[in-house]
């Protein structure tokens, strides 16, 4: 007895397969986690723009710690936003910025024809 796998080919084979929830790609999901860890570690684990004082155990609140940490990370999610959903010419931006980077580094060897 023989047994057949068969599997489903998907209609559309030129975009990625949304495992997220059906709305997200793996890659897109890893962006968007990498955003979240950075936003995550800014503000919530590393919590140095907030203190506590010693009189009546109030929170101080440093204004210009956290306007920093907001000028850096809002720059950073939004790259990250980009290179998840963005696409330049049929191709997603991070693969396609990952491209124009091989392209430069790479040797250009013009030959000489007769």
């Not at 559309?12 to 949304?18: L, M, R, T």
């Not at 210009?64 to 720059?75: C, E, G, H, K, N």
């Not at 936003?81 to 049929?90: Q, T």
Request: glycine share 6%.
């Amino acid at each position: 007895m023989i047994y057949v796998t068969y599997f489903t080919v998907p209609y559309n084979i030129d975009s990625e397969d949304k495992i997220i929830g059906g709305y997200l790609s793996l890659r897109q999901f890893a962006w968007i986690v990498l955003a979240v860890f950075i936003i995550l570690l800014l503000f919530i684990l590393n919590t140095g723009y907030m203190s506590r004082t010693t009189v009546g155990g109030a929170i101080s609140f440093n204004f210009l710690s956290f306007a920093v940490r907001i000028v850096v990370s809002l720059p950073f999610s939004i790259f990250c936003i980009i290179m998840a959903f963005i696409k330049k010419d049929g191709i997603n931006i991070d693969k396609y910025l990952f491209k124009c980077v091989m392209y430069k580094l790479r040797n250009h060897v013009i030959k000489n024809q007769p």
